[in-house]
Nanobody
Framework: QVQLVESGGGLVQAGGSLRLSCAASGRTFSSNAMGWFRQAPGKERQVVTAINWSGSSTHYADSVKGRFTISRDNAKNTVYLQMNSLKPEDTAVYYC????????????????WGQGTQVTVSS
């Protein structure tokens, strides 16, 4: 069974930064797209950012462009999400996920999910 474990979430003041990590175990996903998603209370889970298998191509939701950066280290089976200039509206549970495809930007293309990590941004 594949396991994805997020870490790095927490409470931060507006304007601050956090770095989330997603470590894969059980299997490696060096050939698969990875993504970060978030879900706020009462809202649907939405894509935040995605990265292709090699890390050469990325996608960002408009709301996080210029503030968030996704990266991956395939040798460590780890994906990162650097979040800068955080805003209260960024508050959500953040999930990492792995796709069966090499490139994927929608939730329907992801099949392996982590348990989520809470990010809370105070005003």
């Amino acid at each position: 069974q594949v396991q994805l474990v997020e870490s790095g979430g927490g409470l931060v003041q507006a304007g601050g930064s956090l770095r989330l990590s997603c470590a894969a175990s059980g299997r490696t996903f060096s050939s698969n797209a990875m993504g970060w998603f978030r879900q706020a209370p009462g809202k649907e889970r939405q894509v935040v950012t995605a990265i292709n298998w090699s890390g050469s191509s990325t996608h960002y939701a408009d709301s996080v462009k210029g503030r968030f950066t996704i990266s991956r280290d395939n040798a460590k089976n780890t994906v990162y999400l650097q979040m800068n200039s955080l805003k209260p509206e960024d508050t959500a549970v953040y999930y990492c996920a792995a796709s069966e495809f090499s490139v994927a930007t929608s939730t329907s293309e992801y099949v392996y999910w982590g348990q989520g990590t809470q990010v809370t941004v105070s005003s």
